[in-house]
């Protein structure tokens, strides 16, 4: 188990579409990641000063410079930067203001489109301003791609001081939602941490638009948890895109929250990476999942000496070596002390594995 990654760690992830290749790649240390045979559509950078430094160095090396998704975490996180590209097929850049912020490419069963580093232009407006500002961008750089926000099936917010002001992000989301007629939520995670730019937020987005009956998107089920929705945060638990080669499952940001919305184990890190690893569990189970076909994730701690409680639950649990990186950041509720996200895929002619007992009953 790579739990902490040893320097110069690599993890690699290929996913098959048929006529295009994806590439998620994890990594640690100064070693480059980069694929050059491929376009890159969005490089993430958690961590400090040392990962910005990589990440200027990695990005001014790629086939196809993509402006960075930056956040800063706290000290004592493992971080590290994560990359996102395809091959074997044409890209078109999406700009926004002259500046590079994701790329456009199609197959015969769908359009899809990849932003990042989506920053509003003014850091000292209004945080509610700014948020309404990165939404109006991600909707006009849609356009532009022939695509509108319906198509989203995948959404980041990183949120600078975010328990200051998330019930007005949240505010500012729904709406956007209602006007815009989004009616399947995409998965999402909203994070507590600093950028760079020192704006309130950063955004990034994943959006799928089928072509034809052969690639489908789907809210994926969370049996231990209801729908965010019921609580006022506008995203699903889950988002499936099933395509005819592969299958990808979309988790957002899960946490230690009870069937109706409440946290339990307040104070106690250990209890709450193990809840929050059992409801994740059961959302892969009702994909046909597991935990080895994980191609991306992210854990987020409030306190970073809880960090070693993870290497301990990994061991414990004997989980497979994850593309999984750390970072100290700030969780939406001010009694949350972990959450996870993750991108898991499987071809879609592996079996589909059988679901466990119905977690509703639990």
Not at 210 to 233: F, H, I, N, T, W
Request: net charge negative.
């Amino acid at each position: 188990m790579l739990c902490p990654p040893q320097e110069d760690t690599i993890i690699s992830r290929r996913i098959s579409h048929g006529t295009w290749t994806e590439h998620q790649t994890t990594y640690f240390g100064e070693q480059s990641a980069a694929d050059r045979d491929a376009t890159f559509a969005h490089v993430d950078s958690f961590g400090g000063e040392r990962w910005l430094s990589l990440v200027r160095k990695d990005v001014s090396g790629l086939r196809t410079p993509t402006s960075p998704t930056c956040v800063i975490s706290e000290k004592g996180a493992c971080g590290g930067l994560q990359t996102g590209s395809v091959s074997s097929t044409p890209t078109l850049p999406v700009f926004h203001n002259g500046r590079l912020i994701g790329q456009v490419f199609e197959d015969p069963d769908a359009k899809y489109c990849l932003l990042g580093g989506i920053y509003p232009s003014d850091p000292s407006a209004p945080p509610g301003a700014q948020a309404e500002e990165v939404f109006r961008i991600i909707e006009a750089s849609l356009a532009g791609a022939g695509m509108d926000f319906r198509h989203v099936v995948r959404t980041w917010f990183y949120n600078d001081r975010i328990l200051d002001w998330y019930a007005d992000f949240n505010r500012v989301r729904t709406t956007f939602f209602r006007e815009h007629g989004i009616t399947l939520l995409p998965a999402s995670t909203g994070i507590g941490a600093p950028n760079p730019l020192g704006t309130a937020l950063v955004a990034k987005v994943t959006a799928v638009l089928p072509k034809s009956d052969k690639l489908v998107v789907r809210m994926g089920r969370s049996p231990l948890q209801c729908e965010a929705s019921a609580y006022g945060s506008a995203f699903s638990r889950a988002i499936e895109v099933a395509g005819p080669h592969a299958r990808t499952l979309y988790v957002s940001g899960t946490a230690s929250i009870e069937h109706g919305g409440k946290t339990v184990h307040q104070g106690n890190t250990e209890l709450q990476i193990r809840k929050t690893m059992e409801v994740v569990q059961a959302i892969l189970d009702a994909a046909g999942m597991d935990p080895g076909d994980t191609t991306r994730a992210v854990a987020y701690f409030r306190r970073t000496e809880d960090i070693a409680l993870w290497h301990e639950y990994c061991l414990s649990e004997a989980l497979p070596a994850l593309p999984l990186v750390t970072a100290g950041c700030t969780i939406c509720r001010d009694d949350l002390l972990f959450e996870i996200e993750l991108d898991a895929s499987k071809s879609a002619g592996s079996p589909r594995r059988a679901e466990k007992p119905d977690y509703s009953r639990l």
